[in-house]
């Protein structure tokens, strides 16, 4: 079965500071990959998703993720946060060929952006 | 952008209760998708449904789950005697089908409160 694991469950930073957070998942076979935010109160929105090609993905509001194979990982990235950068962040994982093609969700990480 | 929608947006319930929640899927998928996220845990598989019939479901989904699509637009989620432990914001969501319609959509989940 696959599973997601997302290493970090809190991160705090400063606006205008960088930030990374790490998501490596298991599963041999062809897997599509996903980043979801979830804003305080509001409901899970898609950030960036991976099918195939570059490995770097650009996604909305300055977001990027770069899968690398070799580590099963895919790791969400952007340069300088800002304060409404703050929610949680779900990797998840579409294995392909699986009935139904469900997700399976990472643990989430809260980030908590101060102004 | 077309978007799923889920009514209600919260509920509070007794337990013993039975509870339906719903969901208008995007208009040309065809994978339907429950989910659910207990407060302060991670996002939870539940069920699959396309065709007209359940593709795949998880051990969370026992006998007191069932869902329904009744009319070609409504997809339901019928919760038949409702437990403390069922509360939870539960997510609707909706995938077209191939390989390039692999995002799966969400709504903007419903919360349960079940006292």
């Known amino acids: 079965a696959q599973s997601v694991s997302q290493h970090n469950h809190h991160v705090i930073l400063s606006e205008a500071a960088s930030l990374e957070l790490g998501c490596n998942y298991s599963?041999?076979?062809?897997?599509?990959l996903f980043w979801y935010v979830q804003y305080p109160g509001q409901h899970l929105q898609l950030l960036l998703k991976?099918?195939?090609?570059?490995?770097l993905v650009k996604g909305i509001k300055g977001f990027e993720a770069e899968f690398i194979k070799s580590k099963f990982s895919f790791n969400l990235r952007k340069p300088s946060v800002q304060w409404s950068d703050t929610a949680e962040y779900f990797c998840?994982?579409?294995?392909?060929?699986?009935?139904?093609?469900?997700?399976?969700f990472g643990g989430g990480t809260r980030v908590l952006v101060k102004p | 952008e077309p978007e799923v929608t889920q009514t209600p947006s919260h509920q509070v319930t007794q337990m013993g209760q039975e509870v339906i929640l719903r969901c208008v899927p995007i208009?040309?998928?065809?994978?339907f998708y429950w989910y659910r996220q207990i407060l302060g845990q991670k996002v939870e598989f539940l069920v699959s449904?396309?065709?007209?019939?359940?593709?795949?479901k998880s051990e969370i989904f026992d006998d007191q789950f069932s869902v329904e699509r009744p009319d070609g637009s409504n997809f339901t989620l019928k919760i038949r005697s409702t437990k403390l432990e069922d509360s939870a914001m539960y997510f609707c969501?909706?995938?077209?089908?191939?390989?390039?319609?692999?995002?799966?959509?969400f709504g903007e989940g419903s919360w349960l409160t079940v006292v």
């Open positions: 969501a909706s995938r077209w089908t191939g390989v390039s319609g692999n995002t799966i959509y």
């Open positions: 599963y041999g076979g062809t897997v599509n």
């Open positions: 991976y099918f195939s090609g570059d490995p």
């Open positions: 998840a994982v579409n294995s392909l060929g699986t009935a139904g093609n469900k997700l399976t």
């Open positions: 208009s040309n998928h065809l994978y």
């Open positions: 449904f396309y065709n007209n019939e359940i593709s795949e």
